[in-house]
Antibody, heavy 122, light 107 residues
């Protein structure tokens, strides 16, 4: 079964840092681009970042560029999101997702994790 | 940035009736358009990709159409499990962008 499992969400103070992880199983992880999407409480979906299957290409939303870093460890089938200089407006459920097509990307997101909550507050 | 605009923001429909949801892009996204369903407390689920292709396991009552800037998701006969929020998303250009969502409610 194809599965994504996020972890690492927490309550953090403004200006703080946090690293999210997403453990993947059931597919050839290194073949697919992976994505982080977030959803603020009561709001819609916002794309955050995408990384290619090899990890050699990364893309960011302007709202997180320079503060967040996406990475992956294909030997561990794990995706990461390092979040620095966190702000109140980063408060959201963070989902990891799998791109549906290989090798071309981006494409639609066919598998999603259950999400992990990040709260930025003093 | 390509802005995705969904209409209506909410839609009240009786079970068994047809629902038509619209999504408009601020510039052409070709057919690089996906539709997602999200129920309360759950992750989104991919329904349609490539504007009109149903994802694996999606019932035939869901259909997508359109290309360029105008897209439609049609649910032919609403079932109780279809009441949810629906999002469109373009993946033709960076940054990837979602519409604001359409909430389909029970009438």
């Amino acid at each position: 079964e194809v599965q994504l499992l996020e972890s690492g969400g927490a309550l953090v103070q403004p200006g703080g840092s946090l690293r999210l992880s997403c453990a993947a199983s059931g597919f050839t992880f290194s073949s697919y681009a992976m994505i982080w999407v977030r959803q603020a409480p009561g709001k819609g979906l916002e794309w955050v970042s995408t990384i290619s299957g090899s990890g050699g290409s990364t893309y960011y939303a302007d709202s997180v560029k320079g503060r967040f870093t996406i990475s992956r460890d294909n030997s561990k089938n794990t995706l990461y999101l390092q979040m620095n200089s966190l702000r109140a407006e980063d408060t959201a459920v963070y989902y990891c997702a799998k791109d549906s097509y290989t090798p071309r990307f981006p494409d639609a997101f066919d598998i999603w994790g259950q999400g992990t909550m990040v709260t930025v507050s003093s | 940035e390509i802005v995705m605009t969904q209409s209506p923001a909410s839609l009240s429909v009786s079970p068994g009736e047809r629902a038509t949801l619209s999504c408009r892009a601020s510039q052409s996204v070709s057919n690089s358009l996906g539709w997602y369903q999200q129920k309360p407390g759950q992750a989104p689920r991919l329904l349609i990709y490539g504007a009109s292709t149903r994802a694996t396991g999606i019932p035939a009552r869901f259909s997508g159409s359109g290309s360029g800037t105008e897209f439609t998701l049609t649910i032919s006969s609403l079932q109780s499990e279809d009441f949810a929020v629906y999002y469109c998303q373009q993946y033709n250009n960076w940054p990837l962008t979602f519409g604001g969502g359409t909430k389909v409610e029970i009438k």
